[in-house]
């Protein structure tokens, strides 16, 4: 069982900027591919970005690339995200998963197979 725990979350103003990470609970997280989601009030939880096992491989949703950076410390056993340049449509509750497969590199919720419980980002106009 990986138990993942997501912070770094709160309010900032549009144009401003958040670093969340995930910390996982598990030695082997390096084996690990790595995801970020977030889910807005009344959508879908959507993809945000990943990262495969080991050195990472990323990959970033087209309304993020350019503003946000995923990034691994094996280390640490932890995951980051960096957002820059937030804007208001990128308020959401952000989620952390972890994908057993470390070739994976997937936009889709149900490759994952443990989930963090959630930061909420909020960003004011």
């Known amino acids: 069982q990986v138990q993942l725990v997501e912070s770094g979350g709160g309010l900032v103003q549009a144009g401003g900027s958040l670093r969340l990470s995930c910390a996982a609970s598990e030695r082997t997280f390096s084996n690990y591919a790595m995801g970020w989601f977030r889910q807005a009030p009344g959508k879908e939880r959507e993809f945000v970005a990943a990262?495969?096992?080991?050195?990472?491989?990323?990959l970033y949703a087209d309304s993020v690339k350019a503003r946000f950076t995923i990034a691994r410390d094996n280390d640490k056993n932890t995951v980051f995200l960096q957002m820059n340049s937030l804007k208001p449509e990128d308020t959401a509750v952000y989620y952390c998963?972890?994908?057993?497969?470390?070739?994976?590199?997937?936009?889709?919720?149900?490759?994952?197979?443990?989930w963090g419980q959630g930061t909420q980002v909020t960003v004011s106009s």
């Open positions: 998963a972890a994908d057993l497969n470390y070739y994976s590199i997937s936009s889709l919720a149900g490759e994952y197979d443990y």
């Open positions: 990262i495969t096992g080991g050195r990472g491989r990323t």
